[in-house]
């Protein structure tokens, strides 16, 4: 993150922290974060600093997810859970628009787009990498989605540093983290220890200053010690980050490799239960559908999110193109790292590590793209799952 002015950070100590709520509540926005719900760490709307996974880390590995107590009262001592800021703005089922019967004709009305204003506490560097995507999908063409853009410009984005990797998590490789570099109103920074467990605040917008000026002289300026905290508690995150993908000529290597035998076994073991395009920031997949009244006077259009790796995803004139499972999931992980740079510029994987956290039987695409680098073992020679 740019270094920036002085009157643009603030440090609050934690019997300050509840008034960042205040001045977000002052400044117009219903905030949503961060809570312990069901098991899990979800995003949902927050009351108050008491709604947040006080005291709470989650434990991730391929396949496994699990809570447990910290040790200490961090408010953001967690990695990244099964739901994505995504929903916010994309919604899992929206209506789009309804026909009305007007005479022999009909009338259109696309769905209303106001909304509260949103603050979003709690956006990992990832997660914003994963919001560029979502904006390059949704309103970087020639034609934008008018819903997610008109939530879009409603959001005030509150990263928070990283201070802990998931076991699953290879933003460094990616470049996508666990450092905030752009992307955010407001970057938040919780310090631990040494000294008093304190928050260190940066506005990176005038949207992000606006809401420290609402602070009303709460907190202190920063000391060089806030600062070198803060950064020393980015490497830490960084350096203990054991999984990785080398993103160079990833694209080239799945088009040579279409044929590979690897794709036979990951098949094997892949159940198609779409867990995967659910819990990724930037799977956009989706289907519409018209719902008709029981009188033949209105219909409404609605879409929901689907999945490539349902098989009638691709089904044409009664049956579909990728019959198989080996097809959705070699389309699925060729589009997410491979032609996704063809179709946008950039790499649908922004390196959170939750399609491998959430996938039932553990498969890693990090490991995937390694074996696929590897030379194709003779016929009959291929190896077990």
Known sequence: MSELEPASSRVLSREEFPQLFEALGESGYEIVGPTVRDGAIVYDRLRSVDDLPIGWTDRQEAGRYRLEPRGDRALFGYNVG???????????RERLWTATRDGVSFRVEPEPTEGPRLALLGMRACELAGLAVTDKVFTGGPVSDPGYRARRARILRIAVQCGQAGGTCFCVSMGTGPAVRGGADLVLTELLAPGPHRFLLQASTE??????????GAGRAPSPDDLGQAEATVA?????????????????????????????????????????????????????????DLEGTKVERWRRWDSCFNLGFTELHGAPVRKSGLSRYRQWLTHKLGTWHDQFGMSGCIGCGRC???????????????????PAPPAGKEGKP
């Open 207 to 216: 949207a992000g200053a606006d809401v420290l000026r609402c602070l009303r």
């Open 356 to 374: 491998i956290t959430w996938c039932p039987v553990g498969i890693d695409l990090t490991e995937e793209i390694a074996v696929l680098r590897t």
């Open 236 to 292: 830490r995150a960084a350096g203990s980050m054991h999984r990785s993908l080398d993103p160079g000529g990833v694209p080239e290597l799945l088009r040579e490799t279409l044929e590979h035998p690897r794709w036979e076994i990951v098949a094997a073991r892949c159940l198609s239960c779409t867990n995967c395009t659910m819990v990724c920031p930037t799977c956009f997949c989706s289907t519409h559908e018209e719902v008709p």
């Open 82 to 92: 099964p739901f994505t800021w995504k929903k916010f703005l994309f919604p899992a």
